[in-house]
Structure formats: C-alpha cells, structure tokens
C-alpha cells in the first residue's frame, strides 16, 4: 500500500533535486530532441539519491515502484513548465497573440 506520509517526508528533498538535476542535464545535452536520453539521465540521479537515503529500507518493492512513477511524473511536470515559460530555449516560438483581421 502507497504511503503518502512517505511522499510528504520525500517531496522537500526530492523538488529541489529534481529541478536541479534537469537543470543540469539539460546544460549538458542542449540538442532538441533528445527528451528521452535526458529524462533517463534525470531518472538514474534519482534514483541513486533514493538509493543512497534511508527511504527504501524495508525494500518494498511496491512503493518503490510508485515513488519512481511519481518521479517520472513530476519531470514531465517540470520539463514542461520550463519549456512553456522558455527557461529551455528552443527554436522558433508560438505566437499566441491575437492578431488583427488584416494581419493575415
């Protein structure tokens, strides 16, 4: 069963290394593209952060499972974050400003 006292005890250790790790990550490899290699390489920190701490003691194999999963989640959450608010530039960006009819 998911222990939800665990995930509060985890969440102030584990927000600040995540943003940080993808932070890094993304520094490392800037090429567009490569979502994949680099939410693996995020994942890897994580988890041999996780591994090294004392959360895991009881080796459940279940709840470890779904701290990853939340892992996973909360880099998708924040990848996309900084992309909308262009903290990663990418190319070309969207504009979503209205235009006027004879803009066109």
Do not use: H
Not at 6 to 32: C, F, G, Q, R, Y
Not at 53 to 60: A, C, H, K, Q, T
């Amino acid at each position: 069963m998911f222990s939800w006292s665990l995930l509060l005890a985890l969440a102030p250790d584990l927000v600040p290394i995540i943003v940080s790790t993808i932070m890094n990550v993304e520094a490392v490899w800037k090429e567009a593209g490569k979502g994949s290699v680099k939410k693996s390489r995020v994942l890897e920190v994580i988890e041999a952060v996780l591994e090294t701490r004392d959360y895991f003691v009881e080796g459940d194999i279940a709840k470890r499972s779904q701290i990853y999963s939340l892992v996973s989640e909360a880099i998708d959450f924040f990848v996309s974050a900084f992309n909308y608010l262009g903290i990663f530039k990418r190319g070309e960006k969207v504009d979503f400003s209205p235009k006027e009819s004879g803009d066109e």
